[in-house]
T-cell receptor
Framework: EDKVVQSPLSLVVHEGDTVTLNCSYE??????LLWYKQEKKAPTFLFML????IEKKSGRLSSILDKKELFSILNITATQTGDSAVYLC???????????FGTGTRLKVLA | DVKVTQSSRYLVKRTGEKVFLECVQD?????MFWYRQDPGLGLRLIYF???????EKGDIPEGYSVSREKKERFSLILESASTNQTSMYLC???????????FGDGTRLSIL
């Protein structure tokens, strides 16, 4: 089945901790894998990964894709309460406009 | 910055009503999408449009229709609203197939 599986489902950490969110998928025929952050409303775009092994970085967030092992990780260092959100991993589908969404990891950062 | 605007944040309608959800983007994007988001089910694609007047069914089109008369506007229509259409509805747009989708803030629709 064509699924995107995220782990853990939820996570509670304290400010300053480093977290790693995992995303695994089942097919190899796709162009890109994306990460979004969803707080109370719209998912906001974080990263688009198209090449294996190349880390993308934005401030305290970074992400990498491993196309051989079929997974991606999202790292957040020195977490802050504002990082509390659901993080969505999304895979596009080659030849179509469709996205396959994971069900997300709910992160809560305590002060 | 990309701006995707949905006309209502919250909407309450009655069973059997015809409901219109509006979405406007200001970045001249080719593609526009309508999703619904439900707990435990994630985001599911209802319809999308890759050009003006062009539309394609997503994974759950039953009970919905769409309209794209102008490039910047994509409307979702619930022909005869039912209680199982109570959900969060998210609109998104993308420049093309190789660029990420950007989402509006969502419309939380309740059908009573």
């Amino acid at each position: 089945e064509d699924k995107v599986v995220q782990s853990p489902l939820s996570l509670v950490v304290h400010e300053g901790d480093t977290v790693t969110l995992n995303c695994s998928y089942e097919v190899t025929n796709f162009r890109s894998l994306l990460w979004y952050k969803q707080e109370k409303k719209a998912p906001t775009f974080l990263f688009m990964l198209t090449s294996s092994g190349i880390e993308k970085k934005s401030g305290r967030l970074s992400s990498i894709l491993d196309k051989k092992e079929l997974f991606s990780i999202l790292n957040i260092t020195a977490t802050q309460t504002g990082d509390s959100a659901v993080y969505l991993c999304v895979r596009d589908t080659s030849g179509t406009y469709k996205y396959i969404f994971g069900t997300g990891t709910r992160l809560k950062v305590l002060a | 910055d990309v701006k995707v605007t949905q006309s209502s944040r919250y909407l309450v309608k009655r069973t059997g009503e015809k409901v219109f959800l509006e979405c406007v983007q200001d970045m001249d994007h080719e593609n526009m999408f309508w999703y619904r988001q439900d707990p435990g089910l994630g985001l599911r694609l209802i319809y999308f449009s890759y050009d003006v007047k062009m539309k394609e069914k997503g994974d759950i089109p039953e009970g919905y229709s769409v309209s794209r008369e102008k490039k910047e506007r994509f409307s979702l229509i619930l022909e005869s609203a039912s209680t199982n259409q109570t959900s969060m509805y998210l609109c998104a747009s993308s420049l093309n197939r190789d660029q990420p989708q950007h989402f509006g803030d969502g419309t939380r629709l309740s059908i009573l």
